[in-house]
């Protein structure tokens, strides 16, 4: 195996990070996870993520993780409303008596975020995560890396892995091939008690999640853990909106006075979220990494989830391919296949590079369809024909 008597350091304790934290240890590894997050709780955790059997869902399967899992699920979160603007409903399947079986490969069980970072951190040895850990930079050293963190640890691994994000500061180290725009700008925002707050959309929602389509926009909202509710708009924008539109995106009026001109043709059903929602709202341009990128095999440095291969959300494939990254990763370097780190690194790399530009391409492709003129129509046809 190619993690016997080697330290390994993992930077970034998402889904992807933790995970393969977890596989590692179950092989044995010595493994510490560096994440900036001054604790656990520290960080909005976004919308629930629904787990596809042949990724996300094999991960926790081979992490032993399948049963807290089915004790921690949502329920009825991937129900779907399909909305027009003005929020009339043309499509449900909360009337569907949707048996839900783990063995059924079209049954894509959704958890809160926050949830399932907690499951994966219960998991680990004591002391494997340093939180308010920013990776500021490394340096060869020995046959490995000195990592340096911004409150002057320095710390030296023999293997270091990736899992930082879209914004990666591991990546440069790899490759200097960036993402590139989609054209699609979202703005999240996120409701807390929603049953309060927002009472009309919550009973609307009702614990699952809604998709409203009209004039190349979308709203897409879904039911978080602990009754609170997320939401984005999404629509086609400059990759320097956010600065160009000079919105004060701590300023709920001006949130607000945007949404009502840029969504003009909707109804005002929707201004209660932008009215109720905690600030800041965070705008996100969507970016997606090259089809074709290509990098030299390094023996003791790759990476992992968007860090490798951001891309759009338009397929809920991010995490699933950031799980399924840490479940091949851990299964190259524990195998005695391979004769070396260099060896295992490169099969896991190429394999993955190829599955997850599959996967942006279907993301993007999607993300097209979501924002076109004719995109509630599509999205009808698509739910109707599952």
């Not at 929602?205 to 979308?218: L, R, S």
């Not at 030299?296 to 699933?320: Q, R, W, Y």
Request: contains cysteine; charged residues 25%; proline residues 4%.
């Amino acid at each position: 195996m190619q993690i016997n008597n080697k330290k390994i350091a993992i930077v970034g304790g998402g889904p992807g990070g933790l995970t393969l934290a977890r596989l590692l240890q179950l092989k044995g590894a010595d493994v510490q996870v560096y994440e900036r997050d001054i604790n656990q709780d520290a960080r909005v955790q976004g919308a629930p993520l629904d787990m596809h059997e042949a990724s996300g869902m094999a991960a926790l399967i081979k992490a032993d993780l399948f049963t807290e899992f089915k004790n921690n699920f949502m329920p009825g979160a991937d129900k779907t409303l399909i909305l027009n603007g003005h929020a009339q409903v043309f499509f449900s399947d909360h009337e569907k008596n949707i048996e839900e079986d783990f063995g059924n490969k079209h049954f894509r069980p959704e958890i809160d975020r926050g949830v399932l970072r907690k499951i994966l951190l219960t998991s680990l040895e004591p002391k494997t995560i340093v939180l308010n850990s920013h990776f500021i930079a490394m340096e060869p050293h020995k046959n490995g890396w000195m990592l340096l963190f911004n409150d002057g640890l320095s710390v030296y691994a023999d293997l270091v892995i990736g899992s930082d994000g879209a914004n990666s500061k591991i990546r440069p180290y790899i490759t200097d091939i960036k993402p590139f725009y989609s054209g699609i700008t979202m703005m999240e925002g996120t409701v807390y008690d929603s049953i309060k707050a927002v009472p009309q959309m919550h009973s609307l929602i009702n614990g699952g999640k809604i998709m409203a389509f009209g004039n190349k926009k979308n709203m897409l909202l879904g039911q978080k853990g602990g009754g609170d509710l997320g939401f984005y708009a999404s629509f086609k924008a400059s990759e320097n909106w956010p600065k160009e539109s000079k919105i004060n995106f701590s300023d709920r009026v001006e949130v607000l006075n945007w949404f009502k001109k840029e969504y003009s043709d909707w109804s005002d059903i929707w201004d209660e979220l932008f009215e109720k929602a905690a600030t800041p709202f965070i705008p996100r341009p969507i970016y997606c990494a090259p089809f074709n990128q290509i990098w030299k095999t390094l023996s003791n440095l790759t990476i992992i989830g968007d860090a490798a291969h951001v891309m759009p959300p338009f397929a809920g494939e991010g995490a699933n391919m950031a799980m399924l990254d840490a479940l091949e990763l851990s299964e190259c370097l524990t195998s005695a296949e391979y004769r070396s780190s260099s060896e295992a690194i490169s099969v896991y790399e190429i394999k993955m590079r190829q599955r997850a530009a599959n996967a942006a391409k279907r993301s993007l492709e999607n993300g097209e369809k979501m924002h076109s003129e004719n995109a509630l129509n599509i999205m009808l046809d698509f739910f109707n024909h599952q």
